[in-house]
T-cell receptor
Framework: AQKVTQAQTEISVVEKEDVTLDCVYETRDTTYYLFWYKQPPSGELVFLIRRNSFDEQNEISGRYSWNFQKSTSSFNFTITASQVVDSAVYFCALSEAEGGSWGKFQFGAGTQVVVTP | DGGITQSPKYLFRKEGQNVTLSCEQNLNHDAMYWYRQDPGQGLRLIYYSQIVNDFQKGDIAEGYSVSREKKESFPLTVTSAQKNPTAFYLC???????????FGQGTRLTVV
């Protein structure tokens, strides 16, 4: 069963527009971790953020911000004032700390972001 | 610089051959992972290892084998039993379980 759902396959925006990427996860564990990664055309995944299940505080890092809501099992990612360099595939991932999936990352299908000048 | 090195970057395999993809890390990380990525899809876990001399099957282990004889190295062998091996393969490592993963630059395997 898909544990991480990224419903948006591709999002196209014009530079300076904001873009929000949705991530919905599924787990029965009380302790788990959520991640966002960026995959530029070069192929290597770049770590962006890690959040544990007990910390629902939203986070901002430069033009990036994350909204974690346990009530809706969502961990959404917003890029403010997008730039061409933001063009990439973005992955949301879940790592569960209990049970049979302990230590395994479950990735969503990814969202392709295309930023045009 | 610390990081993960995958080699080769591109690999071509004839049908029926086994090939081995290299993954080396100098981050002193305990856990290492192999993922497969197909066009337009997410990453699927092949094998992972949380400690030297131990590894576990992931979601799509059939047709693949691994070893973890050294902490730094986690090679992946794509055997002839893997019916559709053409894909992009990514190796990753984490300091411990549930910490952020660091990825290599990937190996693109093509069957010819």
């Amino acid at each position: 069963a898909q544990k991480v759902t990224q419903a948006q396959t591709e999002i196209s925006v014009v530079e300076k527009e904001d873009v929000t990427l949705d991530c919905v996860y599924e787990t029965r564990d009380t302790t788990y971790y959520l991640f966002w990664y960026k995959q530029p055309p070069s192929g290597e995944l770049v770590f962006l953020i890690r959040r544990n299940s007990f910390d629902e505080q939203n986070e901002i890092s430069g033009r990036y911000s994350w909204n974690f809501q346990k009530s809706t099992s969502s961990f959404n990612f917003t890029i403010t004032a997008s730039q061409v360099v933001d063009s990439a595939v973005y992955f949301c991932a879940l790592s569960e700390a209990e049970g049979g999936s302990w230590g395994k990352f479950q990735f969503g299908a990814g969202t392709q972001v295309v930023v045009t000048p | 610089d610390g990081g993960i090195t995958q080699s080769p970057k591109y690999l071509f395999r004839k049908e029926g051959q086994n090939v081995t993809l290299s993954c080396e890390q100098n981050l002193n990380h305990d856990a290492m992972y192999w993922y497969r990525q197909d066009p337009g899809q997410g990453l699927r876990l092949i094998y992972y290892s949380q400690i030297v001399n131990d590894f576990q099957k992931g979601d799509i282990a059939e047709g693949y084998s691994v070893s973890r004889e050294k902490k730094e190295s986690f090679p992946l062998t794509v055997t002839s039993a893997q019916k559709n091996p053409t894909a992009f393969y990514l190796c990753a490592s984490t300091m411990t379980v549930n910490t952020e993963a660091f990825f290599g630059q990937g190996t693109r395997l093509t069957v010819v």
